[in-house]
């Protein structure tokens, strides 16, 4: 039986592009390993597949009695519910160690770099093993889409020099407009169900207790969202009574203008206040500057919720 490479649960790019990497690359190792998904793929992942003619991962829902390893991910809310009743090979991930724990040892590669991609690039430079043209493509996209084009505060020089490997590999120069036209892809909305879109990059937290849901959506202009923002508003409040959490968030991220319009649902909507200097309006607040969820709104929420 093979093993299975996934992502998180609402897979992103990197999620996605992690899992295909890592699985070609253990494959050359000699193991057999096969890259799944959690759900559907979303616009702009299925783009950067399709530009570099790459196959999308098989979606599996049940991973129990399997042998896995862990992308882009080590957070029990982000990973399967069956997870426990599988055997965790490895861990490959760009944030912090979540609650994920083993019964026996692991590989891990956890860096602090903007994506994880930029780690299994690396991991084929430290194994010897020939980066394919294809697997640079999708990789150099994800590691574009998670650092948004280098502007965001988790992009380290160590992403940068990747990608000017993987570009050379690939034969995609003008990273500008290769990242442009991705988040054009990630842009859209237009006919796309409001719920859909609040759930395209969403992850769930625990916090000292406290259910914590907050979702991105990575714009080129905020005015795209301007017809459906109230919708937005109305969806994450009925997310969060779904969900029984305390708070939801959404990040309307500008990549153009660098900073964040967040919509808040939440019981306390002071814990945004205390948490970023700013007061939300009727349930928004613009936060200037603000790109990263992993690094600029998680870490300052937690130390909140503390």
Not at 50 to 66: C, I, M, R
Not at 234 to 239: G, V
Not at 271 to 292: Q, R, T, Y
């Given at each position: 039986?093979?093993?299975?490479?996934?992502?998180?649960?609402?897979?992103?790019?990197?999620?996605?592009?992690?899992?295909?990497?890592?699985?070609?690359?253990k494959?050359?190792l000699?193991?057999?390993?096969?890259?799944?998904a959690?759900?559907e793929l979303?616009?702009?992942?299925k783009?950067?597949?399709?530009?570099?003619?790459?196959?999308?991962?098989?979606v599996?829902?049940?991973?129990?009695g399997?042998d896995v390893y862990?992308?882009?991910?080590?957070?029990?809310?982000?990973?399967p519910?069956?997870?426990?009743?599988?055997?965790?090979?490895g861990?490959?991930?760009h944030?912090?160690?979540?609650d994920?724990?083993?019964?026996?040892?692991?590989?891990c590669?956890?860096w602090?770099?903007?994506?994880?991609?930029?780690?299994?690039?690396?991991?084929?430079?430290?194994?010897?093993?020939?980066?394919?043209?294809?697997?640079a493509?999708?990789?150099?996209?994800?590691?574009?889409?998670?650092?948004?084009?280098?502007?965001?505060?988790?992009?380290?020089?160590?992403?940068?020099?990747?990608?000017a490997?993987?570009?050379?590999?690939?034969?995609e120069?003008?990273?500008?407009?290769?990242g442009?036209?991705?988040?054009?892809?990630?842009?859209?909305?237009?006919?796309?169900?409001?719920?859909?879109?609040?759930?395209?990059d969403?992850?769930?937290f625990d916090m000292?207790?406290?259910?914590?849901?907050?979702?991105q959506?990575?714009?080129?202009?905020?005015?795209?969202?301007?017809?459906?923002?109230?919708?937005?508003?109305?969806?994450?409040?009925?997310l969060?009574?779904?969900?029984?959490?305390?708070t939801?968030?959404?990040m309307l991220t500008?990549?153009?203008?660098?900073?964040?319009?967040?919509?808040?649902?939440?019981?306390?909507?002071?814990?945004?206040?205390?948490?970023?200097?700013?007061a939300?309006?009727?349930g928004?607040?613009?936060?200037?500057g603000?790109?990263?969820?992993k690094?600029?709104i998680?870490?300052?929420?937690?130390?909140?919720?503390?």
């Amino acid at each position: 039986m093979s093993t299975l490479v996934f992502g998180h649960k609402n897979p992103d790019t990197d999620s996605v592009c992690a899992a295909i990497a890592l699985a070609d690359l253990k494959k050359k190792l000699g193991e057999d390993v096969v890259p799944a998904a959690q759900g559907e793929l979303n616009p702009e992942s299925k783009f950067v597949l399709d530009k570099f003619g790459v196959d999308a991962p098989a979606v599996v829902t049940s991973y129990a009695g399997k042998d896995v390893y862990l992308v882009d991910h080590s957070d029990l809310a982000q990973s399967p519910d069956d997870l426990s009743d599988a055997n965790i090979m490895g861990i490959i991930d760009h944030h912090k160690l979540g609650d994920v724990t083993t019964g026996q040892p692991l590989e891990c590669w956890i860096w602090p770099v903007g994506c994880t991609c930029t780690v299994i690039s690396s991991m084929y430079n430290y194994f010897d093993i020939e980066i394919p043209k294809d697997i640079a493509g999708i990789m150099l996209c994800a590691i574009l889409s998670d650092t948004v084009i280098f502007k965001s505060a988790t992009c380290t020089d160590a992403d940068k020099k990747i990608c000017a490997q993987l570009s050379e590999i690939c034969g995609e120069s003008d990273l500008d407009a290769l990242g442009i036209e991705m988040f054009k892809v990630k842009s859209a909305v237009d006919g796309t169900p409001v719920r859909e879109l609040v759930l395209r990059d969403y992850k769930d937290f625990d916090m000292s207790g406290n259910g914590v849901g907050c979702g991105q959506l990575e714009l080129v202009d905020l005015s795209i969202v301007d017809g459906i923002k109230a919708d937005l508003e109305k969806d994450i409040r009925d997310l969060k009574a779904e969900k029984g959490h305390h708070t939801v968030l959404l990040m309307l991220t500008d990549i153009m203008k660098e900073g964040t319009e967040l919509l808040v649902a939440s019981d306390d909507e002071t814990v945004v206040e205390k948490a970023f200097g700013a007061a939300p309006v009727d349930g928004k607040v613009w936060l200037p500057g603000i790109m990263s969820r992993k690094k600029q709104i998680i870490p300052d929420l937690e130390k909140v919720f503390g």
